[in-house]
């Protein structure tokens, strides 16, 4: 079993929409959940980050982390155009260098 | 503002050849990385530095140097290219090596095709 579960789409939802990107996880060690965001034929960026359990909003981003299922969550409310990108997640323990990532999903928001 | 800035962007090698990939960060960051991206397997950690005169192995090393010999500079070589390595190479930093909510600063990428 992968350490880090991301369902790679493609996901296409029309403008507007809510949209749940979600991850599962099975080292229960990790503390640490981030969510990048990634545009085509560039660089990852960071989006958000939580620690623990609960839920952090950030304007129309939602991340979200359930450790008793390890299971974490981006929602985006009135997606738009422009939150077309590939979304990983990533996590770690807490004290390390080394990032797990998932694989990404490929988000398209049509007008 | 220049953050980490990779080069070359896109690169052809012949099977057997070497080369390397530059990266260069502006930030006085202490931890920088390199990660390989492809399609199916996500983003895998290549090798990492924890500050100049310090590296060390990531996920996948085999067929990669690195070295750290100042604060700014984090070169990956690809000592004898091979088809297996064609795929899309980034370079990280960060403030801290502890990256546990600290924001890692990927560079734009290095596109790199081995025939």
């Known amino acids: 079993q992968k350490e880090v579960e991301q369902d790679p789409g493609p996901l296409s939802v029309p403008e507007g929409a809510i949209v749940s990107l979600n991850c599962t996880y099975s080292?229960?060690?990790?503390?640490?959940f981030m969510w990048y965001r990634q545009y085509s034929r560039k660089g990852p960026e960071l989006l958000m980050y939580?620690?623990?359990?609960g839920n952090k909003e950030d304007g129309r981003f939602t991340a979200q982390v359930d450790k008793s299922s390890k299971y974490i969550s981006l929602f985006i409310r009135d997606s738009q155009p422009s939150d077309s990108a590939t979304y990983l997640c990533?996590?770690?323990?807490?004290?390390?260098?080394?990032?797990?990532f998932g694989k990404g999903t490929k988000l398209t928001v049509n007008p | 503002n220049a953050g980490v800035t990779q080069t070359p962007k896109f690169q052809v090698l012949k099977t057997g050849q070497s080369m390397t990939l530059q990266c260069a960060q502006d930030?006085?960051?202490?931890?920088m990385s390199w990660y390989r991206q492809d399609p199916g397997m996500g983003l895998r950690l290549i090798h990492y530095?924890?500050?100049?005169?310090?590296?060390d192995q990531g996920e996948v090393p085999n067929g990669y140097n690195v070295s750290r010999s100042t604060t700014e500079d984090f070169p990956l070589r690809l000592l004898s290219a091979a088809p297996s390595q064609t795929s899309v190479y980034f370079c990280?930093?960060?403030?801290?090596?502890?990256?546990?909510?600290?924001?890692?600063?990927f560079g734009e990428g290095s596109w790199l095709t081995v025939v």
């Open positions: 990533a996590m770690n323990q807490g004290g390390s260098e080394k990032l797990v």
């Open positions: 990280a930093s960060s403030y801290s090596r502890d990256t546990s909510g600290n924001t890692i600063y």
């Open positions: 930030m006085n960051h202490e931890y």
């Open positions: 530095s924890v500050g100049a005169g310090i590296t």
């Open positions: 080292n229960s060690a990790f503390q640490y």
């Open positions: 939580t620690y623990s359990s």
